[in-house]
């Protein structure tokens, strides 16, 4: 295909006023109060300071929150290798750090660029979702449109070939097919389909490890998108990837994961469902780990045993009924001396070899998490404050189990923890120490009762935290 038909094309000019129009009407309520916090690896300007050099503690980015305002609401970031994409709530993109490969999608190569730019190509469509991966970044409108831009060399930007883009160019496979979500890995990239046919997962660029999920046998790379096998007649909510790994969660709560093995683990070549009794609502993946979030707002890992990541885990929830018998399709060894309770809720055991560890982060006990990110080799949580009427009553318990769209009386207190690989300042502690259990980082951690929201992001060796707050009176 011809360099000149993937060049993104605009839209009628009566439909971009009324999309100006529409953008307007969301704008940020000028009353809220952006905060920006970053830390970390900073020497290709990914971290927003104006500088180019790590930070060790937070650093707070006055110029970089009034600027971002200024576009409206931040619904978005995605971190990268080294470079960062923030989208806004009326669907304007900017980016900033490492463009070395184009990954910026600012129409040249830089080696980096200190300060959110709009991404201009993109100008006319508004952009419901974002991705960022090593050197390569994806896009997708509201319309289903897919566009991607950077580093190309291994056919993770899907265009047929294996060339970079410096500006954000449209998959031309997905004109007729249109795409949801876009999940960029280190060399690969994944994006999510939700049509009338079910929804389905594409996989392109490389593929050594299995991270595509397009065949059990081994592919070098694929340039154009390719059906991922095994999602029938599943709903899906959200895909991931980083590193050489990819993940989907399930409307039912349901992880499935494909590519490199966790923890000496099997490399799998086609997506797997996690064998586990627990439903999850959040997933974050690393290089080496993954994190998953429960729906009753705990933690549990896949993988970490680089750089201090996890110390001494629990063990994995095993697969068994209420009656404590182990589930026939998910063998496991059931410990003896653990009581079952009447209803299934998940205790803790070990797998075969072999099998990857699903094991619970210590350190979080009596926090409610609210959200989870995953870095190259480190983990951020944002906590929020649990009801003392979350476990009342068996009938409850009971609830949690059955109901998939349950929510818990809660409030989101913003307080943001941080563990792993510490060498850039990463862990935002204020030194280049690892850390095997989660900490708390002081970013200005008083009781604040106008806070909105908190939202942390992990690129691959860089932390940035968004708060929202209302005015004082």
Request: glycine content about 14%.
């Amino acid at each position: 295909m011809g360099e000149g038909e993937r060049v993104v094309k605009g839209q009628h000019p009566d439909e971009e006023e009324e999309e100006d129009r529409e953008r307007g009407a969301n704008q940020q309520n000028p009353q809220e109060i952006l905060e920006i916090w970053s830390w970390g690896a900073g020497t290709e300007g990914q971290l927003g300071t104006g500088r180019l050099q790590d930070e060790h503690p937070p650093q707070f980015l006055i110029g970089l929150s009034n600027s971002l305002s200024s576009f409206g609401s931040i619904s978005l970031l995605a971190c990268g290798g080294a470079h960062v994409i923030a989208l806004t709530s009326s669907g304007k993109v900017l980016s900033w750090g490492r463009g070395a490969s184009g990954q910026l999608g600012h129409g040249e190569v830089v080696p980096n660029c200190l300060y959110p730019k709009s991404v201009e190509s993109l100008a006319s469509f508004r952009i419901t979702h974002v991705s960022a991966g090593w050197n390569h970044s994806g896009f997708v409108s509201d319309s289903g449109c897919l566009f991607t831009c950077g580093d190309g060399s291994f056919g993770q930007l899907g265009h047929g070939d294996y060339q970079s883009s410096n500006t954000p160019l449209e998959v031309s496979f997905f004109r007729s097919k249109p795409a949801d979500q876009i999940a960029c890995g280190m060399r690969h990239s994944l994006a999510l389909l939700k049509g009338n046919s079910g929804h389905q997962v594409y996989g392109f660029g490389s593929g050594k490890r299995g991270q595509l999920g397009v065949s059990k046998d081994k592919i070098k790379s694929l340039n154009f998108p390719h059906l991922c096998s095994g999602f029938e007649g599943t709903e899906l909510v959200n895909i991931s990837a980083n590193g050489d790994h990819s993940a989907a969660l399930a409307a039912d709560g349901q992880l499935f994961t494909w590519g490199r093995g966790f923890s000496g683990s099997s490399d799998v070549s086609v997506p797997e469902a996690l064998a586990s009794s627990l439903r999850f609502k959040q997933v974050a993946i690393g290089w080496n780990h993954a994190l998953v979030l429960t729906v009753e707002g705990e933690v549990f890992m896949l993988g970490g045993s680089h750089h201090g990541v996890l110390s001494k885990p629990n063990k994995a929830p095993l697969v068994c009924d209420s009656s404590g018998n182990i589930n026939k399709q998910h063998p496991r060894l059931c410990l003896p001396d653990v009581e079952v309770p009447v209803i299934s809720i998940p205790f803790f055991g070990f797998s075969y070899p072999g099998e990857p560890i699903l094991s619970k982060v210590a350190g979080l006990d009596g926090k409610r998490i609210v959200q989870i990110a995953a870095g190259s080799e480190h983990s951020a949580t944002v906590t929020g404050k649990i009801s003392l009427s979350f476990y009342p009553s068996i009938i409850e318990l009971l609830h949690i189990q059955l109901n998939n769209n349950l929510c818990v009386s809660s409030s989101d207190d913003g307080q943001v923890c941080t563990w792993g690989w510490g060498e850039h300042g990463q862990l935002g502690l204020g030194d280049t120490s690892d850390q095997s259990l989660p900490r708390v980082v002081d970013l200005g951690n008083k009781p604040d009762s106008n806070l909105l929201t908190t939202r942390v992001y992990c690129g691959s060796g860089f932390t940035i935290a968004v708060k929202m707050s209302a005015p004082s009176n």
